[in-house]
Nanobody, 116 residues
Framework: EVQLVESGGGLVQPGGSLRLSCVASGFTFGDYDMIWVRQAPGKGPEWVSSINSNGGVINYADSVKGRFTISRDGAKNTVALQMDTLKPEDTAMYYC?????????WGQGTQVTVSS
């Protein structure tokens, strides 16, 4: 069974940090590009960051560049998103996505709320 399980969300004050993790199982993790997507209440999905299958190509949305860092660990089948200097506008449900060719898998999401 394919699973992507996110964790690490929560409530944090502006300027704070969180580290999201996504553990993959049921597919060959090393073959897949991994992406973080977020969706704020009342808004459409927003691509946040991506890392390709071998970790050599990393991209960030302009809105998070310089504050977020994506990484992957093939030994643990995990992709992480380190989020620093969080802003209220970062409040959203964060989803982990794994994709290659026609295969496209999603996690259930983890909520991040940035508020004082």
């Amino acid at each position: 069974e394919v699973q992507l399980v996110e964790s690490g969300g929560g409530l944090v004050q502006p300027g704070g940090s969180l580290r999201l993790s996504c553990v993959a199982s049921g597919f060959t993790f090393g073959d897949y590009d991994m992406i973080w997507v977020r969706q704020a209440p009342g808004k459409g999905p927003e691509w946040v960051s991506s890392i390709n299958s071998n970790g050599g190509v990393i991209n960030y949305a302009d809105s998070v560049k310089g504050r977020f860092t994506i990484s992957r660990d093939g030994a643990k089948n995990t992709v992480a998103l380190q989020m620093d200097t969080l802003k209220p506008e970062d409040t959203a449900m964060y989803y982990c996505n794994g994709r290659v060719l026609r295969y496209d898998y999603w996690g259930q999401g983890t909520q991040v709320t940035v508020s004082s």
